[in-house]
Structures are given as structure tokens and as C-alpha cells.
T-cell receptor, first 115, second 115 residues
């Protein structure tokens, strides 16, 4: 079975400061990992993904994420937060070797960037 | 390319009624997945259709059903609505084959309220 944990329901950060949104996963094989963002009354927007290769993945809007296999983590980061980054962030995983083909999402982390 | 479209955007129904939601995927995409999003349960996978066949199914009761047409458009039906069915229903499309399968593009969702 595959699962994702986002240990923080809420993250607050001041504008201009670095931000981190945490994600850990569990799969039986190797993972495909994703980050999505959701703004109020909108669907999910794709930010970035890790498939294979370089552990540091760069995505949209200046976001990046670091894959750490030993810690089974895929934390989302941004060097300098903007107020417009305030939104709900979801981490998702799929086990490459698993029979389940769908994505499993974490519970989401509400990011608030304070001006 | 046009994005994923969902109709209607908002629905209000009463208990016991049934409802049909529609999703048009990105042109050329053959896979359509449906998710239910609620504050308490987060994002839960309902089912996935690929080339008019259900390829994956989540853990939802038989009241939830779907289908896909030859043009890849998909409908989701919920019969005998319950108060707990109130949610944002999200549709996601992807090419459905190869490595790009795993990147899903979401529509804006249909907000269903059951009274």
C-alpha cells in the first residue's frame, strides 16, 4: 500500500523568508512524487514531480523539492516566500511497482505567508 | 490547449436524489480520474477511466458510478444522495500511457451540496 503524510496542517511564514512544507511517504517499491497547490475555489495545480535522477527538483513559481530516499521525504521549499504563495499544498505519491495506478494524496498543508 | 472543464460548477440537491457530473479532459488525454475532496477526509480517489473502461476504483459504495465516452469525456453519477456526499468533486486528466501518465491535470471541480 502507498501512503503520504503531511505532518503540519498549517505553516505560517513571513514574506521574504524561506518556506518548507513537509511530506513523507511510504511505498513498497520506488516512488513517483508530486506537489500540487490549490487556491480557494479552484482545482489543483501541478507544481513539480520527482520521477528519477537528481534529488533536487525545480518546479513552477520558484518552488523546489528535495527527494530523500533514506528519510522517505519529499519536502517542498522556496527560498523567499510571497504573500501570493498562500494556499493549500498537497503532496502525492504513486508506487512505481504497485498495482494501484492512482495517486495517493496527503491531507494537505495550509500555507499562510504574512506580509 | 484548453484545460479540464467540469460542469456544473455548483449543485444543490436534497437527500435521496441523484446527480450527474460531467468532465471534459484535455484534448488527446485518454485517462480521466475522479476525486472527492472534503475537509474531514481530504482528497479521496473515486475511480479512473481509460479508453471507456474503468481501470481503477477506490473504496466508495456502489452509489458512486461513472462512465467514459468515446471522446474521453466522463460522467460521474451519485444515486440516493446522503448529507455526507457534500463535497468538491474533482476531475483530473492525463494521457494515460507512458511516463507522462503520472502527471494529472485537474479541473476546477463541482461543488455539490446535499440538503
Amino acid at each position: 500500500a502507498q501512503s503520504v503524510a503531511q505532518p503540519e496542517d498549517q505553516v505560517n511564514v513571513a514574506e521574504g523568508n524561506p518556506l518548507t512544507v513537509k511530506c513523507t511517504y511510504s511505498v513498497s517499491g520506488n516512488p513517483y512524487l508530486f506537489w500540487y497547490v490549490q487556491y480557494p475555489n479552484r482545482g489543483l495545480q501541478f507544481l513539480l514531480k520527482y520521477i528519477t535522477g537528481d534529488n533536487l527538483v525545480k518546479g513552477s513559481y520558484g518552488f523546489e523539492a528535495e527527494f530523500n530516499k533514506s528519510q522517505t521525504s519529499f519536502h517542498l521549499k522556496k527560498p523567499s516566500a510571497l504573500v501570493s504563495d498562500s494556499a493549500l499544498y498537497f503532496c502525492a505519491v504513486r508506487d512505481i511497482a504497485g498495482s494501484a495506478r492512482q495517486l495517493t494524496f496527503g491531507s494537505g498543508t495550509q500555507l499562510t505567508v504574512l506580509p | 490547449k484548453a484545460g479540464v472543464t467540469q460542469t456544473p460548477r455548483y449543485l444543490i440537491k436534497t437527500r435521496g436524489q441523484q446527480v450527474t457530473l460531467s468532465c471534459s479532459p484535455i484534448s488527446g488525454h485518454r485517462s480521466v480520474s475522479w476525486y472527492q475532496q472534503t475537509p474531514g477526509q481530504g482528497l479521496q480517489f473515486l475511480f479512473e477511466y481509460f479508453s471507456e473502461t474503468q481501470r481503477n476504483k477506490g473504496n466508495f459504495p456502489g452509489r458512486f458510478s461513472g462512465r467514459q465516452f468515446s471522446n474521453s469525456r466522463s460522467e460521474m453519477n451519485v444515486s440516493t444522495l446522503e448529507l455526507g456526499d457534500s463535497a468538491l468533486y474533482l476531475c483530473a486528466s492525463s494521457p494515460g500511457t507512458g511516463a507522462s501518465y503520472n502527471e494529472q491535470f485537474f479541473g476546477p471541480g463541482t461543488r455539490l451540496t446535499v440538503l
